[in-house]
């Protein structure tokens, strides 16, 4: 199979993610619940994969980096945990549901919620941004890079406009952490949530969120944390005050090999080959009669997804042929993503996203080409 569903998550991962998480699955206790070997070593990744994020992100501190469950879970940690009734935020047409839901849920319990618009290229006007700042306007949550289009947001630029007006930043780093360079500290976030299984290679059921120092976030679950067995109440100290109940010690494991892993190969140049795939599947579908690509592709930095149409068909019906007669695995319909189909212009119909890694071929991408050019011609 021609795996070129990425954005959904990376399939092919470094084999010494594999293996640290076949190791820890033999080995590791429960961290913080005793002083055993196998405790302790659980404790030791676990906190040797809080440097390294750390590290990644710009953040002073390991203790700053939370683990969750996925991008999902720190998103709906984040935005539950710091909006209320009375609050406004701003968000955009660009977010996905793990974005949009919880905000709907406090819209309908009280928060003042504006969705700022994107165009039929899926791009906002940061002005609009700012405009739509009022006097109760407590945050900022924005993706940053679009899940369907591959349009990426200019964090630091939104960054200091929240912190200018005194606003809190949250950010959705699902599609670019661990291929784009993020520093909370000079891009002005307050809170970046990042999911393991996609650009940082790691296994799902991994991701987390890191929170600048002194921001307290009302925890979305408590319970079990290994210390303060005697409070009523759930600790407040970071990292544990956002981690109750067990953590998945063996899929940070491997997210702690998987960060090992690009630390080693170098970000820059697992993004350089997955933007040289994507610009390449690019060129070769645009001026295919009949397909119809969706995005900004008049700025070079962009998270390396293309999405397409052909004619009239159906998305899925399209991503179905694709895998039952080319054996390429694409992503079709909606995306998770309502917003931004209502943008472009593509809710009934869907589309179909192809999205790339740099352990993809060449061979791979002009067998894809291929496959859009013969199914264009059916059309």
Known sequence: MIYLDNAATTMHKPQEMIEAVVHAMGSLGNAGRGANTASLGAARIIYEARERLARLFGADEPKQIAFTLNSTESLNTAIRGLLGSGDHVITTMLEHNSVLRPLYDLQDAGTDVTFVKADEKGRIRYEDIEEAIRPKTKAIVTTHGSNLTGNM?????????????????????SQTAGVFPIDVKTMNIDVLCFTGHKGLLGPQGTGGLYVREGLT?????????????????????????????????????????????????????????????MWMFYEGVRNIPG?????????????????????????????????????????????????MHEALGTAEQGSVRFSFSHFNTEEEIRTAIRAVEELAKEE
């Open 291 to 339: 397909v119809k690509v969706y995005g900004d592709f008049d700025v070079k930095e962009r998270c390396p997804i293309v999405t397409l149409n052909i004619g009239d068909y159906d998305s899925g019906e399209v991503s179905d042929e694709l895998l039952m007669t080319y054996d390429i695995s694409t992503r079709a319909g909606g995306h998770c993503a309502p917003l």
């Open 217 to 277: 976030i009302h925890p979305l679950k408590s319970g079990g944390s290994g210390v303060q067995t005697y409070s009523h109440y759930h600790p407040t100290e970071m990292p544990t005050a956002l981690e109750a109940g067990t953590l998945n010690g063996h899929g940070i494991a491997g997210l702690n090999a998987a960060v090992a892993y690009i630390e080693r190969v170098g970000m820059d140049q697992i993004r350089e080959t997955e933007q040289k795939w």
């Open 153 to 173: 947001l200019d964090v630091g630029r939104i960054g200091k406009m929240a912190h200018d007006h005194g606003l809190l930043y949250i950010v959705d780093a």
